[in-house]
């Protein structure tokens, strides 16, 4: 399968690459993978990780399975591949920056480019079995990416940690509002868009506060 994690993060993670937990899912995926159509490619599930280094991370985005339908998924949540339809959430996502930025929706999906500018798009679940939808939750994952997303609050401070949702709410109850901003709002998807995700304004706050605390700021 190929799969490697970027050094900075295995150096942190190590820990958990060690537990029970995560050997159980470590086989449980690479069964998976032998059996079933998988997304993301088996060397893009830490893909997340490998473009956006841990002190390069200025911003975390929580999204909860990876797209399950052909060549969409690729390890960064919300994003699909360059030449993809933009699902509905990701429509959603670019109507709100260019209501809230006056940046106009890109050409492509594929949000590579914020992950190189140090936001984390961070699936709770990495892995998921075609057209199935949540199949691999409940395996180990999210704890997994909840150690990761503690090691950033814990270690790191003036961090924006961007909930759209319920779920990404919960996931990120434990962080320290005192140290870090957290930014909470409906999900983007047509189901809840209109109920706060629209107007929420977390792309400019997220650049006022990184300019605040002397970081330069996300090109959305």
């Given at each position: 399968m190929?799969?490697?994690?970027?050094?900075?993060?295995?150096?942190?993670?190590?820990?958990?690459?060690?537990?029970?937990?995560?050997?159980?899912?470590?086989?449980?995926?690479?069964?998976?993978?032998?059996?079933?159509t998988i997304y993301p490619p088996g060397k893009l599930?830490?893909?997340?990780?490998?473009?956006?280094?841990?002190?390069?991370?200025k911003a975390v985005i929580i999204g909860q399975d990876p797209y399950h339908g052909p060549g969409q998924a690729h390890g960064l949540c919300f994003s699909v591949n360059d030449g993809v339809p933009f699902p509905p959430s990701l429509v959603n996502i670019f109507k709100e920056i260019k209501n809230d930025t006056g940046a106009e929706s890109p050409k492509t999906g594929n949000l590579t480019r914020w992950a190189e500018q140090g936001v984390l798009l961070l699936n709770a679940t990495l892995t998921v079995r075609a057209h199935q939808a949540g199949s691999h939750q409940r395996k180990g994952w999210e704890t997994f990416t909840d150690a990761a997303i503690q090691t950033l609050a814990e270690q790191k401070e003036h961090l924006v940690f961007i909930l759209w949702g319920?779920?990404?709410?919960?996931?990120?109850?434990?962080?320290?509002?005192?140290?870090?901003?957290?930014?909470?709002?409906?999900?983007?998807?047509p189901l809840s868009a209109h109920n706060g995700f629209f107007g929420n304004k977390h792309f400019s706050r997220t650049n006022e506060y990184l300019k605040q605390h002397q970081q330069e700021e996300i090109v959305w």
């Amino acid at each position: 399968m190929n799969v490697q994690i970027e050094e900075s993060w295995k150096a942190r993670l190590q820990p958990e690459f060690e537990k029970d937990y995560f050997q159980q899912l470590t086989e449980f995926v690479r069964n998976e993978y032998r059996q079933f159509t998988i997304y993301p490619p088996g060397k893009l599930i830490f893909n997340a990780f490998n473009l956006c280094p841990f002190d390069k991370v200025k911003a975390v985005i929580i999204g909860q399975d990876p797209y399950h339908g052909p060549g969409q998924a690729h390890g960064l949540c919300f994003s699909v591949n360059d030449g993809v339809p933009f699902p509905p959430s990701l429509v959603n996502i670019f109507k709100e920056i260019k209501n809230d930025t006056g940046a106009e929706s890109p050409k492509t999906g594929n949000l590579t480019r914020w992950a190189e500018q140090g936001v984390l798009l961070l699936n709770a679940t990495l892995t998921v079995r075609a057209h199935q939808a949540g199949s691999h939750q409940r395996k180990g994952w999210e704890t997994f990416t909840d150690a990761a997303i503690q090691t950033l609050a814990e270690q790191k401070e003036h961090l924006v940690f961007i909930l759209w949702g319920s779920y990404a709410q919960k996931k990120g109850a434990f962080i320290d509002r005192n140290k870090h901003l957290v930014l909470s709002s409906a999900h983007p998807s047509p189901l809840s868009a209109h109920n706060g995700f629209f107007g929420n304004k977390h792309f400019s706050r997220t650049n006022e506060y990184l300019k605040q605390h002397q970081q330069e700021e996300i090109v959305w």
